[in-house]
């Protein structure tokens, strides 16, 4: 047998055990469930299961002063908005604005809700969930073009936020990757003092490469695989975009970003992008901290809710952020 892939970060191989208390759970959940690869079915039909998925979820999930839904039309498109208020005291803070994952095919603030909920209640701050176009039906540019018109709302004349007002630009996967191009389109066009800080949690930021974390988790028996995200990708990206930055921004230029809190899960084919996009950004002299959420898969905050080491993760993060980002005013009723 060939050895084992070598994380370079660690010096040893790479981590196969999965977090006992979230194979339990993850066994619990999966119960009278019929089986079927979500991965694989047309992307209406991946988009279903996944809801239902999390929506199994949410029993145990954490509750919120009010949670106000908003639509904004932009280039033809209606993108729906969830804004998550933990309390109903939040004069002074900065609200966060979230991009969900799914490989830029699948996801919604439903199945995020998760997450929404634990980093407004977290942070003590107004969370606003951000559903863009998904692809194939709207490839590449769309997402971007939708994620765009809604931080330029926020921060514009008829923002929502009072004058002066920042916000924290958050996502996880696919929506990590949507923040991060989005902030170093503000900073190209002199507007990143608009976002005073970013979350970034396991995401996809270059290429699909041979061997390393791809290697070692790619076969998809922690959930995420190599072929899946392929497909992801196939749907999201054109065929003549070849390297573009907008789509793996670790071939874009990175310094000038606000300070940046990156996680990486262990067991995670995209594992090394974090780690890369971290080493990158500091060699860029942007203020940045790195979390590595030991023996635990790509997607796991979405557990946060009976997973105590998820919910952990999230308020880190927010901690993070909470020493960085600039005091700002926060949505108005």
Same mark, same amino acid.
């Given at each position: 047998?060939?050895?084992?892939?070598?994380?370079?970060?660690?010096?040893?191989?790479?981590?196969?055990?999965?977090?006992?208390?979230?194979?339990?759970?993850?066994?619990?959940?999966?119960?009278?469930?019929?089986?079927?690869?979500?991965?694989?079915?047309?992307?209406?039909?991946?988009?279903?299961?996944?809801?239902?998925?999390?929506?199994?979820?949410?029993?145990?999930?954490?509750?919120?002063?009010?949670?106000?839904?908003?639509?904004?039309?932009?280039?033809?498109?209606?993108?729906?908005?969830?804004?998550?208020?933990?309390?109903?005291?939040?004069?002074?803070?900065?609200?966060?604005?979230?991009?969900?994952?799914?490989?830029?095919?699948?996801?919604?603030?439903?199945?995020?809700?998760?997450?929404?909920?634990?980093?407004?209640?977290?942070?003590?701050? /107004?969370?606003? =969930?951000?559903?863009?176009? %998904?692809? @194939?039906? !709207?490839?590449?540019? *769309?997402? #971007?073009?939708?994620?765009?018109?809604?931080?330029?709302?926020?921060?514009?004349?008829?923002?929502?936020?009072?004058?002066?007002?920042?916000?924290?630009?958050?996502?996880?996967?696919?929506?990590?990757?949507?923040?991060?191009?989005?902030?170093?389109?503000?900073?190209?066009?002199?507007?990143?003092?608009?976002?005073?800080?970013?979350?970034?949690?396991?995401?996809?930021?270059?290429?699909?490469?041979?061997?390393?974390?791809?290697?070692?988790?790619?076969?998809?028996?922690?959930?995420?695989?190599?072929?899946?995200?392929?497909?992801?990708?196939?749907?999201?990206?054109?065929?003549?975009?070849?390297?573009?930055?907008?789509?793996? /921004?670790?071939? =874009?230029?990175?310094?000038? %970003?606000? @300070?940046? !809190?990156?996680?990486? *899960?262990? #067991?995670?084919?995209?594992?090394?992008?974090?780690?890369?996009?971290?080493?990158?950004?500091?060699?860029?002299?942007?203020?940045?901290?790195?979390?590595?959420?030991?023996?635990?898969?790509?997607?796991?905050?979405?557990?946060?809710?009976?997973?105590?080491?998820?919910?952990?993760?999230?308020?880190?993060?927010?901690?993070?952020?909470?020493?960085?980002?600039?005091?700002?005013?926060?949505?108005?009723?």
């Amino acid at each position: 047998m060939p050895a084992p892939a070598v994380n370079p970060w660690t010096g040893q191989p790479y981590a196969q055990r999965l977090d006992p208390a979230l194979a339990r759970l993850l066994e619990q959940q999966a119960e009278g469930v019929a089986k079927v690869d979500r991965y694989a079915v047309p992307f209406p039909e991946s988009r279903k299961l996944l809801e239902e998925a999390r929506i199994r979820t949410h029993a145990n999930r954490v509750s919120m002063h009010r949670v106000v839904n908003e639509d904004l039309l932009t280039n033809g498109r209606l993108v729906k908005l969830r804004w998550y208020y933990p309390s109903a005291d939040h004069a002074q803070c900065t609200p966060i604005v979230y991009l969900h994952g799914g490989g830029w095919c699948v996801g919604s603030n439903l199945t995020h809700d998760t997450v929404l909920r634990h980093l407004a209640y977290a942070a003590q701050a /107004p969370v606003c =969930g951000v559903e863009y176009s %998904l692809a @194939p039906e !709207y490839p590449f540019p *769309a997402a #971007l073009e939708d994620v765009r018109a809604v931080i330029d709302f926020l921060c514009g004349p008829s923002s929502k936020l009072k004058e002066g007002g920042e916000l924290i630009l958050a996502g996880d996967s696919a929506g990590a990757n949507l923040a991060l191009v989005e902030a170093m389109r503000r900073r190209d066009e002199d507007a990143t003092s608009d976002i005073s800080a970013l979350i970034l949690y396991y995401g996809c930021y270059g290429p699909h490469r041979e061997g390393g974390s791809f290697e070692a988790y790619g076969d998809g028996r922690f959930g995420l695989s190599n072929q899946a995200q392929a497909r992801y990708l196939e749907a999201y990206m054109p065929t003549s975009s070849g390297s573009d930055w907008r789509i793996f /921004p670790l071939e =874009g230029e990175l310094r000038g %970003l606000p @300070p940046t !809190y990156v996680l990486a *899960a262990e #067991l995670d084919p995209l594992y090394d992008d974090s780690i890369d996009l971290y080493r990158v950004l500091k060699d860029c002299g942007v203020p940045a901290e790195l979390a590595v959420a030991h023996a635990l898969p790509h997607g796991f905050l979405n557990q946060a809710n009976d997973l105590p080491a998820a919910a952990r993760a999230i308020e880190q993060s927010v901690a993070y952020v909470n020493a960085v980002a600039r005091p700002a005013s926060s949505p108005r009723d």
